[in-house]
């Protein structure tokens, strides 16, 4: 097997001294040394899913451990959700291709979704990168195809029409990166999917027969609830006048809890030092705002359970901003090979690794993103909820759910396109057909894996308490 050496996103491993006809030819010769097939071929693992899952959560707050137990139960696909650490361990035993890419790390389908641009246009794109590293690009699009047998199965679709998309989500990434490499650097790195390009590329996708799919509902009920999604709906929705006449955030214990003083100040802290780090437009604009409350408030599946708050500010003209501040752990990729101390060592900065990758691989990005550290430990911030939707797999038909996962196919070679070692990917996948099938071979036998490992974390939830603890 090739494998990548342990890394810490390292952008220097991403540098080329070749024409991209050159690396395209290094693709060629890399398959050579790893036949594509070779990708397609599982090797059973053999690993406690349920130790792995507790070092995991070793770092999170205990309180919420409960909440993140009942969520990562509702399903083999919650499950999924919640569990990177377990399916990071397992590619390590799989073959590899050895072609080193920028890559999200946690692909799966709802890892997708709406957010605004700067210029307050509505995107689509990767909006999860806190497992984004270097590595090898078959790692998020396996990631990518075992979600949606988990999720398609939820919708009640057949083994057999989830083969048909797996097929069809392999092929739609090969010609995608096919079409980027014959694309010009700046048209590449130009590129965004805004939502009204998209309703109409997927319209010509299905020679027109998109119009009466749930999914082109859902795209347009989108696009009317997002322009209402921003600062301001929130601070009314989680906010009110406390009795001396100040505006704080609602209290709903463990999700939403105030923090301690001495918390409150490190928050503050870690702020005000991002705010001397952001873009200088970004800092004008947040010198019109003070700190008006800040709250702990936990989201997610994966990242339930971490360290994440919410900062409330209000502006000279009483307007509001609500950031984001949410925990960058030591990426699960290290914490499989490194002492545990080593591992939160080179995560220092993780923070930075977070806003460098998501700025590498989304079209557009926040423009208040950014990071910091307090308390050492590293956070980095965004908007909360500006604009961003997301849409709910469940709710789609089969029709809908096929176009839902090829564009985030698409989306994905889109995104490591972004890496100079791109073109080295189109030489090893150019005319290789025969990897559709193989891929979905590899999707199937790995769903598996997931199936046993969710029967054996609920098997291991202690039944004598509803808190969901393992044993």
């Given at each position: 097997?090739?494998?990548?050496?342990?890394?810490?996103?390292?952008?220097?491993?991403?540098?080329?001294?070749?024409?991209?006809?050159?690396l395209k030819k290094l693709g060629k010769m890399q398959r050579q040394k790893?036949?594509?097939?070779?990708?397609?071929?599982?090797?059973?693992?053999?690993?406690?899913?349920?130790?792995?899952?507790?070092?995991?959560?070793?770092?999170?707050?205990?309180?919420?451990?409960?909440?993140?137990?009942?969520?990562?139960?509702?399903?083999?696909?919650?499950?999924?959700?919640?569990?990177?650490?377990?399916?990071?361990?397992?590619?390590?035993?799989?073959?590899?291709?050895?072609?080193?890419?920028?890559?999200?790390?946690?692909?799966?389908?709802?890892?997708?979704?709406?957010?605004?641009?700067?210029?307050?246009?509505?995107?689509?794109?990767?909006?999860?990168?806190?497992?984004?590293?270097?590595?090898?690009?078959?790692?998020?699009?396996?990631?990518?195809?075992?979600?949606?047998?988990?999720?398609?199965?939820?919708?009640?679709?057949?083994?057999?029409?989830?083969?048909?998309?797996?097929?069809?989500?392999v092929k739609v990434y090969r010609r995608s990166v096919k079409y980027d490499?014959?694309?010009?650097?700046?048209?590449?790195f130009y590129a965004s999917f805004e939502i009204h390009d998209m309703i109409?590329?997927?319209?010509?996708?299905?020679?027109?027969?998109?119009?009466?799919?749930?999914?082109?509902?859902?795209?347009?009920?989108?696009?009317?609830?997002?322009?209402?999604?921003?600062?301001?709906?929130?601070?009314?929705?989680?906010?009110?006048?406390?009795?001396?006449?100040?505006?704080?955030?609602?209290?709903?214990?463990?999700?939403?809890?105030?923090?301690?003083?001495?918390?409150?100040?490190?928050?503050?802290?870690?702020?005000?030092?991002?705010?001397?780090?952001?873009?200088?437009?970004?800092?004008?604009?947040?010198?019109?705002?003070?700190?008006?409350?800040?709250?702990?408030?936990?989201?997610?599946?994966?990242?339930?359970?971490?360290?994440?708050?919410?900062?409330?500010?209000?502006?000279?003209?009483?307007?509001?901003?609500?950031?984001?501040?949410?925990?960058?752990?030591?990426?699960?990729?290290?914490?499989?090979?490194?002492?545990?101390?080593?591992?939160?060592?080179?995560?220092?900065?993780?923070?930075?690794?977070?806003?460098?990758?998501?700025?590498?691989?989304?079209?557009?990005?926040?423009?208040?993103?950014?990071?910091?550290?307090?308390?050492?430990?590293?956070?980095?911030?965004?908007?909360?909820?500006?604009?961003?939707?997301?849409?709910?797999?469940?709710?789609?038909?089969?029709?809908?759910?096929?176009?839902?996962?090829?564009?985030?196919?698409?989306?994905?070679?889109?995104?490591?396109?972004?890496?100079?070692?791109?073109?080295?990917?189109?030489?090893?996948?150019?005319?290789?057909?025969?990897?559709?099938?193989?891929?979905?071979?590899?999707?199937?036998?790995?769903?598996?894996?997931?199936?046993?490992?969710?029967?054996?974390?609920?098997?291991?939830?202690?039944?004598?308490?509803?808190?969901?603890?393992?044993?």
């Open positions: 097997m090739n494998r990548l050496p342990l890394d810490f996103f390292n952008l220097d491993r991403i540098n080329v001294h070749h024409s991209k006809h050159e790893v036949q594509p097939e070779l990708l397609g071929t599982y090797i059973p693992v053999h690993r406690d899913a349920i130790e792995m899952i507790k070092s995991t959560e070793a770092n999170m707050i205990p309180e919420l451990l409960p909440m993140r137990h009942q969520r990562m139960g509702v399903n083999d696909f919650t499950f999924f959700r919640g569990t990177a650490e377990l399916m990071e361990a397992d590619l390590r035993q799989q073959n590899q291709s050895g072609i080193s890419t920028i890559i999200c790390g946690d692909a799966h389908v709802n890892n997708y979704g709406f957010y605004a641009s700067p210029e307050r246009k509505l995107l689509f794109d990767l909006n999860d990168f806190d497992e984004a590293r270097i590595g090898n690009w078959e790692s998020d699009l396996k990631r990518l195809m075992v979600s949606i047998i988990l999720a398609g199965r939820v919708n009640g679709f057949s083994d057999n029409d989830l083969r048909h998309i797996l097929k069809k989500v490499y014959h694309q010009s650097l700046a048209s590449n109409q590329e997927l319209k010509e996708s299905a020679d027109g027969n998109v119009s009466g799919t749930s999914f082109n509902k859902i795209l347009n009920k989108i696009l009317v609830k997002s322009s209402s999604s921003n600062s301001e709906t929130i601070t009314k929705k989680m906010t009110h006048l406390n009795s001396q006449g100040q505006r704080v955030f609602n209290d709903n214990p463990p999700r939403a809890r105030h923090v301690s003083p001495r918390l409150y100040q490190e928050i503050v802290n870690g702020y005000y030092s991002y705010r001397s780090q952001v873009r200088s437009d970004v800092r004008v604009l947040l010198a019109n705002f003070t700190i008006s409350d800040i709250i702990r408030y936990s989201v997610g599946v994966g990242s339930f359970g971490t360290r994440c708050y919410l900062i409330l500010l209000t502006g000279v003209d009483g307007s509001h901003l609500v950031l984001q501040i949410k925990e960058s752990l030591p990426l699960r990729y290290n914490l499989l090979s490194l002492p545990i101390v080593e591992a939160v060592r080179r995560s220092r900065n993780a923070g930075e690794r977070i806003v460098t990758a998501q700025k590498v691989l989304q079209s557009a990005s926040d423009p208040f993103l950014g990071s910091t550290r307090f308390g050492n430990r590293s956070y980095y911030l965004r908007q909360f909820r500006d604009m961003k939707e997301s849409i709910n797999t469940a709710k789609l038909d089969l029709d809908g759910f096929q176009l839902y996962t090829e564009t985030c196919s698409l989306l994905l070679a889109k995104a490591h396109f972004q890496s100079p070692t791109a073109p080295i990917i189109y030489g090893y996948l150019k005319g290789q057909k025969k990897l559709d099938q193989a891929l979905t071979e590899w999707a199937f036998n790995y769903a598996k894996q997931v199936n046993r490992d969710f029967q054996r974390f609920k098997d291991a939830l202690n039944p004598d308490t509803k808190q969901l603890e393992i044993n």
